[in-house]
């Protein structure tokens, strides 16, 4: 972890190696018992009072040239906050990173990355298909001054660049679940930064730094949070990029709220659980679509995870229209099961044809299964399939997702 400072008194104590799921429940929360207190208090202050206006300029200064959180009391909420710091130092715990900075968004947390390795002259991006659609969007519009080459996993070594800064994956990918291997794609980058989007595994099921990924990227509006009550982003890395990050969040003011960054630490004491229950019942449910003849194709990770894909026979839309226990609506990770279409949705961003090349069809559904018992969300998909349109045969028609599935 970072150094001692206000904002994580707790990295004072010296911690042993702790299974993961001892982690979820007390990493951020180690110095809490010492204090008299059992439940993270909230910091809500924007500022502090300081009557040493030398030491706080000093402070300042030291912030100005490294990024590292300033010793002694807070200054302003725009550098750090206690409570963000706690959920802070428990992400990178569970991840195994030095460090990790939180954002207001999992955009915000992607832009602030490219904003640093932009501000050093190296704008150029190796990207591979499907991203999330935003983030696809953000590289291909280049709207931060950055360039993308797309490309497959085999293609990144010959894509690199002298300016090239940054790398980006995300596996299992939004929204076809297709894996990459991280360690083969971290020895091709050589030198250059590689940003595992790790939003639909999480640190449950796997974890990118420990692969060779030096930045590790959350939407932690999603499974971090898990109850689809708070919107943040987060980035696990080491203690140099930490401080970049923060620069750049204390710059552009991307900064994560208290109370999120409470909701955020409450969340990962239960994620472990979550994560587990909501697989268990996806497992399930891609095994049962797989045997309908009214699905064509379901993506379901090698790794497992609560992310099912399939695409159907007969009108997605109408799938989308005829659910009544599962929810319609976008985002993913949360208790309650969801169900979007991405061409419409969250990848309508994307071009039509790069989003067809990078497998996301127009009869592609996306399912985040929630924790409701199994039986109730397969009645609600079966009465919602209704009478679709089948195909002949159906074996063999489950696919763990291919780092580069063919366009559909």
């Known amino acids: 972890m970072d150094s001692a400072s206000a904002f994580a008194p707790y990295d004072d104590v010296r911690i042993p190696s702790r299974a993961l799921a001892t982690e979820a429940v007390h990493a951020g929360r180690d ?50 906050n206690p409570t963000v710091a706690r959920f802070e130092t428990a ?34 991006v190796v990207a591979v298909r499907p991203l999330y659609g935003c983030s696809d969007h953000l590289l291909t519009a280049g709207l931060l001054g950055s360039e993308v080459t797309w490309t ?12 090239t800064g940054l ?10 679940l297709a894996e990459v291997d991280l360690r083969a794609v971290a020895h ?32 932690a509006t999603k499974y971090l949070g898990g109850h689809g009550d708070v919107m943040a982003g987060v980035v696990a890395c080491d203690v140099e990029f930490a401080g970049r990050l923060r620069q750049v969040r204390f ?18 004491s239960t994620l472990p659980v979550r ?16 045997a309908d003849p009214r699905v064509a194709r379901v993506h379901y990770p090698r790794i497992g995870g609560a992310m099912i894909a399939f695409e159907v026979h007969g009108d997605p839309h109408e799938v989308i229209a005829g659910v009544r226990l ?46 409701e018992d199994v039986e109730d969300l397969w009645a609600d998909l079966d009465g919602a399939l209704g009478e679709s349109a089948t195909a002949t045969g159906t074996a063999d028609r489950t696919e763990a997702a291919d780092p580069q599935p063919s366009a559909v």
């Open 275 to 290: 994560v587990r229950a909501a697989s268990e019942n996806a497992a399930e449910l891609a095994r049962r679509l797989t």
């Open 326 to 371: 599962i929810t319609p609506a976008v985002s993913l990770g949360s208790v309650d099961t969801l169900i979007q279409h991405p061409a419409s949705i969250s990848h309508r961003i994307v071009d039509a044809v790069d989003r067809h090349g990078a497998g996301v069809g127009d009869r592609l559904l996306r399912l985040s299964v929630g924790l």
């Open 31 to 80: 110095d809490l018992a010492r204090q008299g207190l059992h439940a993270p208090p909230i910091d809500l202050s924007t500022t502090y009072p300081s009557y040493d206006s030398r030491g706080e300029a000093a402070r300042i200064d030291a912030f100005a040239q490294t990024g590292a959180d300033p010793d002694g009391p807070p200054v302003y909420a725009r550098l750090g």
């Open 167 to 176: 790398v980006v994956v995300e596996t299992p990918a939004n929204p076809t």
């Open 251 to 268: 710059a552009t003011g991307g900064v994560l709220h208290p109370l999120a960054g409470y909701l955020l630490l409450r969340g990962l």
């Open 188 to 219: 091709a980058c050589g030198s250059v930064p590689l940003l595992a989007d790790n939003t639909f595994a999480t640190p449950v099921l796997q974890r990118p730094a420990e692969q060779g990924a030096r930045l590790v990227l959350h939407s």
């Open 91 to 124: 992400l990178a715990r569970l991840e195994g990173t030095e460090s990790a900075v939180a954002f207001a968004s999992g955009m915000a947390a992607l832009s602030a990355v490219l904003l640093v390795r932009g501000s050093m002259g190296l704008r150029h």
């Open 152 to 163: 497959d996993p085999a293609g990144i070594a010959d894509a690199l660049r002298p300016d």
